[in-house]
């Protein structure tokens, strides 16, 4: 998407959506990224929350905006609403609960029927810091996300690991996306 009729200071606009079963971080993950705060006891309000981040690529100024669910899938009432002109995604899984990471084709499923565009996809096997209480191997996250064409990367709300990686890659993969079919 092209931003608003070409103002310099605000070239892109790109919205970025994050699912995942319930309680495996995404709130944090947002939270680490957009403010650098994590909440060990987060409650989410329901509903539907976003953070915007600006960042440069390629001298250009990109905004980001990030979607958080916010507890709606809880009730698995995630509307089109919410997925409707997204241009990235984040799937998220929690490392140390299996059935999280069972979750995530339902959750590809959903996304996929919900997009009429290319949509950057990221696989992020959350709470990387758990791993003594480790359930889903990095080789499994690996794997799925290879077959279904995913970027793939392990975080850590926690402790900050590859947060801000995880968001770029897929921030920047759009802006590749978009100036391809720009030019
Ligand atoms: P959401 O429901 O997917 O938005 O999940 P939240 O962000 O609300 O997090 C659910 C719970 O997991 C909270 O108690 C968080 O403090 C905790 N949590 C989130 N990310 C991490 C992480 O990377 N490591 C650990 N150890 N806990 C996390």
Do not use: P
């Amino acid at each position: 998407m092209r931003g608003d009729g070409g103002r310099d200071s605000q070239e892109y606009l790109f919205k970025i959506v994050i699912v995942g079963d319930s309680a495996v971080g995404k709130s944090n993950l947002l939270s680490r990224y957009a403010r650098g705060e994590f909440d060990l006891h987060s409650k989410a309000t329901v509903g539907v929350d976003f953070q915007t981040q600006c960042l440069e690529i390629d001298g250009k100024e990109v905004k980001a905006q990030i979607w958080d669910t916010a507890g709606q899938e809880r009730f698995r009432a995630v509307t089109s609403a919410y997925y409707r002109g997204a241009f990235g995604a984040l799937i998220v899984y929690d490392i140390s609960r299996r059935s999280t990471f069972d979750s995530v084709s339902r959750w590809l499923d959903e996304l996929n029927s919900h997009s009429d565009t290319t949509v950057a996809k990221m696989l992020v096997g959350n709470k990387r810091d758990l791993e003594e209480i480790r359930d889903v191997s990095v080789e499994e996250g690996k794997n799925l996300a290879e077959a279904e064409g995913l970027f793939f990367i392990e975080t850590s709300a926690f402790d900050s690991t590859n947060v801000h990686k995880a968001f770029e890659i897929v921030i920047r993969e759009i802006y590749d996306n978009v100036s391809r079919k720009v030019l």
